[in-house]
């Protein structure tokens, strides 16, 4: 008898996404699965702060304690940076859409948003400069006219290089939070 909730490799049930009918909508909630190469970077990040702060408990006990305090400062940086790491992405709500980036976070209502749509355009390979043909999910405010807005996920950045279903599964999620909460 398969154990499937054991494995890694179960197949993807439509309703593993769909958020039961008790839980609170008002809460932020990511609509989607963060990806194996974000899950994977901070992974390695945890693994390298355990090093760090193993290596600031032997400075602890061998040197002199303002250079183990600056060692466990840099790890503490480094687990920071992991859990932001994690956080990144799209968060939705009954009170609007929110995008996590690295450094900053845009908090978007849905009275606010003119439109959530995927479309064919370069886009940025992993965050890197380097681009390539992708699809990318944008938002339009209102009254924001020609201003630049960030694409808020695409198919080749962390949460979704190689898994193409699981960006089309995210997109319309987010897209149909935006048709549900945005006034018409």
């Not at 494995?7 to 008790?22: G, K």
């Not at 390539?132 to 694409?151: E, H, I, K, M, T």
Request: aromatic letters at 10%.
């Amino acid at each position: 008898m398969p154990l499937p909730f054991l494995t890694a490799d179960r197949v993807f049930e439509a309703t593993d996404d769909v958020p039961l009918p008790y839980e609170d909508r008002d809460h932020w909630r990511r609509p989607y699965r963060p990806g194996p190469w974000r899950v994977g970077t901070a992974a390695l990040a945890l693994l390298l702060a355990s090093f760090v702060l193993f290596a600031a408990v032997v400075i602890a006990a061998t040197a002199e304690l303002t250079a183990a305090l600056v060692v466990f400062g840099l790890a503490l940086l480094v687990i920071a940076t992991a859990v932001r790491l994690l956080r990144m992405g799209v968060w939705v709500s009954a009170r609007g859409l929110r995008h996590v980036a690295f450094f900053t976070t845009r908090t978007t209502p849905w009275a606010q948003v003119s439109s959530v749509r995927t479309v064919q355009q370069p886009v940025r390979w992993l965050g890197l400069p380097r681009t390539v043909q992708g699809q990318a999910l944008l938002l339009a405010r209102q009254g924001s006219g020609a201003d630049a807005v960030p694409p808020l996920m695409s198919t080749h950045d962390a949460d979704f290089l190689g898994r193409a279903e699981a960006f089309d599964r995210a997109a319309d999620t987010v897209e149909a939070w935006a048709d549900e909460y945005r006034p018409h």
